[in-house]
C-alpha cells in the first residue's frame, strides 16, 4: 500500500471506532437517564459529539477514543475546550426552548480494550 492509502485506510479506521465509542457513550448516558437530544452537533464554533439531557440538566459530552484512558484524558486540550464552550453557546442560542437550570461539561473516554471512563464537569468558565 502507498503512503497515503494507508493514512487514508487509518483515518476511516479511527472514524469508525470514534462512531463506535459516541455510539457506546450514548447508551451508557440512556442508562444513567439521560436523554439524548442532539450527536454530532455542528455549529459555526465547533462541534459537540452529544448533547444530553437529565431533569434540568443539559450536559455537553466530549467522547475520546484512544490507546488508553491516560492518553484519551490528556487529549482534550485548552483550545479544544474552549471551542466546545463556544459551541455549546451556539446550540443553546439555536435551541432557545430548551429549559435547564444547569449545563455541565462531560468527557466520555474509551481505550482499545473498551472500558470507558466518565469524568463529570469537566469545563468550567472562567
Known amino acids: ?68 484512558l491516560r492518553d484519551a484524558a490528556f487529549s482534550l486540550s485548552a483550545t479544544q475546550s474552549r471551542r466546545l464552550f463556544f459551541a455549546a453557546e451556539c446550540i443553546l442560542q439555536q435551541n432557545p426552548h430548551w429549559q435547564y437550570q444547569d449545563l455541565r461539561f462531560d468527557l466520555m473516554m474509551q481505550d482499545d480494550d473498551g472500558h470507558t471512563e466518565w469524568l463529570e464537569d469537566i469545563i468550567r468558565q472562567f
Open 1 to 68: 500500500m502507498t503512503r497515503p492509502a494507508v493514512a487514508t485506510a487509518r483515518g476511516r479506521d479511527a472514524y469508525r471506532q470514534g462512531i463506535a465509542a459516541e455510539d457506546s457513550a450514548c447508551s451508557q448516558l440512556v442508562k444513567a437517564g439521560w436523554t439524548i437530544l442532539l450527536r454530532r452537533a455542528r455549529t459555526r464554533r465547533g462541534e459537540i459529539d452529544i448533547v444530553a439531557r437529565r431533569a434540568m440538566v443539559i450536559c455537553f459530552v466530549e467522547v475520546k477514543k484512544r490507546r488508553s
